[in-house]
């Protein structure tokens, strides 16, 4: 398996972009996961111009994009259950997102949005055919790029929590793009079954992993960590893993991402 890491382990901002491409690309990292809400006012907004001017930057350090995830960042207000009218506004968000994940030559993009969750007291029926019609139509909007749903703990969000909730949600549907996102440490804060999971393994087409708190992987979950690369390896999972570490607003960038670099390469390289 090959390794990234999230861009929300740097400095914000468009002037910052350049030396953390530099960093990575310095450690023999040759993919990155994008918060494009770190340097776009507006991700869906972007023009041309600047979506060539990323593209442009990520090949002067030969650099992957990997993926594509903090979708809603900057819309909170698109909720998946409130209403028809949020809901299809929050599909047509998405849709966007897609096109801008086309444009850039990435082939994921991980949906977790907690904040579009909120179930209003809806039955759980209810909750799941909203959720598998807005699937629908994304799935149906595009060919190319998957959708990864990203299980959220319970104290984030009360809808699909974890994995196996992903997979019972849609492996009675024909979809060809959608699919759900594993995350380590959700794996770890939902206390989910490992086995059970990768015997799911045609769902998983990405990866993250970090500690709970976005923190290093590491101490004291090295146990899960190990058994989560090995599964990856047996199961000859070839995409990438991505560190989703943020960085804390005391500590000094280069000295993280080295730690977390470090850490990454212990566990899954």
Request: proline content about 3%; some cysteine; glycine content about 6%.
């Amino acid at each position: 398996m090959n390794i990234s890491v999230s861009n929300i382990i740097w400095k914000k901002g468009k002037e910052s972009l350049p030396s953390f491409f530099s960093a990575l690309s310095g450690h023999g990292i040759n993919g990155v996961e994008l918060a494009l809400n770190c340097f776009f006012e507006e991700p869906v907004d972007a023009s041309l111009n600047e979506l060539e001017w990323l593209k442009k930057l990520l090949d002067h350090h030969h650099l992957e994009l990997v993926s594509l995830h903090s979708l809603t960042y900057t819309r909170p207000d698109l909720e998946l259950f409130l209403s028809k009218k949020t809901s299809g506004e929050l599909t047509d968000y998405l849709c966007r997102y897609i096109d801008i994940a086309n444009t850039l030559c990435c082939k994921n993009i991980v949906f977790g949005s907690p904040k579009s969750r909120e179930t209003y007291g809806k039955g759980n029926n209810e909750l799941n055919d909203i959720f598998i019609d807005m699937l629908f139509k994304i799935n149906s909007s595009n060919d190319s790029i998957n959708f990864n749903i990203e299980p959220l703990p319970v104290e984030y969000c009360k809808y699909l929590n974890t994995f196996m909730e992903g997979v019972e949600l849609i492996k009675s549907y024909e979809f060809n793009n959608i699919f759900i996102q594993l995350d380590v440490r959700s794996v770890i804060e939902s206390n989910e079954n490992i086995i059970d999971i990768f015997n799911n393994f045609k769902y998983i087409k990405h990866v993250h992993t970090g500690n709970p708190g976005l923190k290093i992987p590491g101490r004291p979950y090295e146990k899960i960590h190990n058994l989560v690369a090995s599964n990856l390896n047996s199961y000859k999972y070839n995409g990438y893993i991505t560190a989703e570490v943020v960085l804390g607003s005391r500590i000094y960038a280069y000295n993280y991402l080295d730690k977390t670099i470090e850490s990454m390469r212990g566990f899954y390289e």
